[in-house]
């Protein structure tokens, strides 16, 4: 899911900013749906053009041809003043998961700022997800592309313009999903409540590598939607990186502060 804000001066938090929004799905459905909650005004841009419950408009660009998407990029990302990417890829051989989670972003990434946007919200990895399974031939390639599009944010943002999302198992909705994996809200809602709790939390902590991730709690689609909220508003000033759900919880509860 890609988003952004319409250009409205220095500050991004102005109610009325324009965002655009990268990616659609059960994360692109709570995103546009949060965005507009705190006042911005959100175009959604997926490969199918699908409008989005909130978005003020959609429209369809496929980041797998990239010279087609450059230029309609150019176009969506007019007068935006923040974009939020949740595009990824989990499934299929390396190099499919690499393009997927590295080079669509990175073209994301390289559009905006020419287009002269502010801002840039992505939604990553948790930290601790690639620590352990990045040490196996699992997923390598998905683990690649999320390295290369946060390098590439960095590269083309300055800290205080750029804002990571970095959950580990997000859970949503009412169907249950294999690609990408996600438990439906009501499961998720009992596993968060488990995992979550003191002593096991205590735990994981102490816990190695792998039995962390085991234990490691799930965080809403919604959490880390306003998260992302957050980020684009520029209303949580903790730090311009949340990994892992204490901190995307902890990003998500100053938009409701705010």
């Known amino acids: 899911v890609f988003g952004g804000m319409r250009r409205r001066g220095a500050s991004t938090a102005a109610?009325?900013?324009?965002?655009?929004?990268?990616?659609?799905?059960?994360?692109?459905?709570?995103?546009?749906?949060?965005?507009?909650?705190a006042g911005a005004r959100v175009t959604t841009i997926s490969r199918s053009g699908r409008?989005?419950?909130g978005a003020r408009?959609?429209?369809?660009?496929?980041?797998?041809?990239?010279?087609?998407?450059?230029?309609?990029?150019a176009e969506a990302l007019r007068d935006v003043d923040c974009v939020v990417s949740c595009v990824g890829v989990i499934g299929g051989d390396d190099e499919a998961m690499r393009r997927g989670n590295g080079d669509h972003n990175v073209l994301a990434i390289e559009a905006a700022k020419k287009?002269?946007?502010?801002?840039?919200?992505?939604?990553?990895?948790?930290?601790?997800?690639?620590?352990?399974?990045?040490?196996?031939p699992l997923m390598r390639g998905y683990f690649e592309g999320k390295r290369d599009a946060?390098?590439?944010?960095?590269?083309?943002?300055?800290?205080?313009?750029?804002?990571?999302?970095?959950?580990?198992?997000?859970?949503?909705?009412?169907?249950?999903?294999l690609?990408?994996?996600?438990?439906?809200?009501?499961?998720?809602?009992?596993?968060?409540?488990?995992?979550g709790s003191g002593p096991v939390k205590a735990l994981a902590a102490k816990a190695p590598g792998p039995i962390a991730l085991t234990l490691a709690e799930?965080?809403?689609?919604?959490?880390?939607?306003?998260?992302?909220?957050a980020g684009a508003m520029g209303t949580y000033s903790a730090s311009n990186v949340v990994d892992g759900t204490d901190d995307i919880k902890k990003a998500a509860a100053a938009v409701a502060a705010a």
Do not use: H, Q, W
Not at 20 to 30: N, S, T, V
Not at 151 to 174: Q, T
């Open 15 to 37: 109610r009325g900013a324009a965002v655009g929004f990268i990616g659609m799905g059960i994360m692109g459905a709570a995103m546009s749906r949060a965005l507009a909650r």
């Open 51 to 53: 409008d989005a419950t």
């Open 57 to 73: 408009e959609a429209r369809a660009v496929d980041l797998a041809e990239a010279s087609a998407a450059r230029e309609a990029l």
């Open 115 to 136: 287009a002269g946007v502010g801002r840039f919200v992505y939604v990553s990895v948790a930290s601790v997800v690639p620590d352990v399974v990045g040490k196996t």
């Open 150 to 177: 946060e390098a590439c944010l960095r590269e083309n943002y300055a800290e205080g313009d750029y804002f990571i999302v970095k959950p580990s198992f997000i859970y949503g909705g009412d169907a249950f999903s």
């Open 179 to 195: 690609t990408p994996p996600r438990v439906t809200k009501t499961y998720g809602d009992v596993l968060a409540k488990v995992l």
């Open 218 to 229: 799930p965080v809403s689609v919604e959490d880390v939607a306003g998260a992302c909220v």
